[in-house]
């Protein structure tokens, strides 16, 4: 059985910075993990993923150049770096993983497990 466990999250003012966590248990194979985010009144969507084989990276256009997707193999880990933060990213943060190949790397609907979810507040 899956469990993903987001941390990492908290309050922080324009322009800083966070590092999220995801670790992961009970994985056996995946094609790629997966952050999304899911602010009030809005539907959930893909921020970033890794593809487990190759280790392929996928942005969304809002966050190039400004989050940066890691993982830590030997601790099963995954890591979303966010720097220059704006009010616009407040929204709970979720790690998911898709079983199966897509060719919607960021579509929520195409990943099966999912965190928690860890808060992201951006205010001055």
């Known amino acids: 059985q899956v469990q993903l466990v987001e941390s990492g999250g908290g309050l922080v003012q324009p322009g800083g910075s966070l590092r999220l966590s995801c670790a992961a248990s009970?994985?056996?194979?995946?094609?790629?993990i997966g952050w999304f985010r899911q602010a009030p009144g809005k539907e959930r969507e893909g921020v970033s993923c890794?593809?487990?084989?190759?280790?392929?990276?996928v942005y969304a256009e809002s966050v190039k150049g400004r989050f940066t997707i890691s993982r830590d193999n030997v601790e099963n880990t995954v890591y979303l770096q966010m720097d220059g933060l704006k009010p616009a990213d407040t929204a709970i943060y979720y790690c998911?993983?898709?079983?199966?190949?897509?060719?919607?790397?960021?579509?929520?609907?195409?990943?099966?497990?999912w965190g928690q979810g860890t808060q992201v507040t951006v205010s001055s």
């Open positions: 009970g994985l056996v194979d995946y094609y790629a």
């Open positions: 998911a993983t898709a079983s199966r190949a897509t060719p919607r790397p960021l579509d929520p609907n195409d990943y099966d497990d």
């Open positions: 890794i593809t487990n084989t190759y280790g392929i990276k």
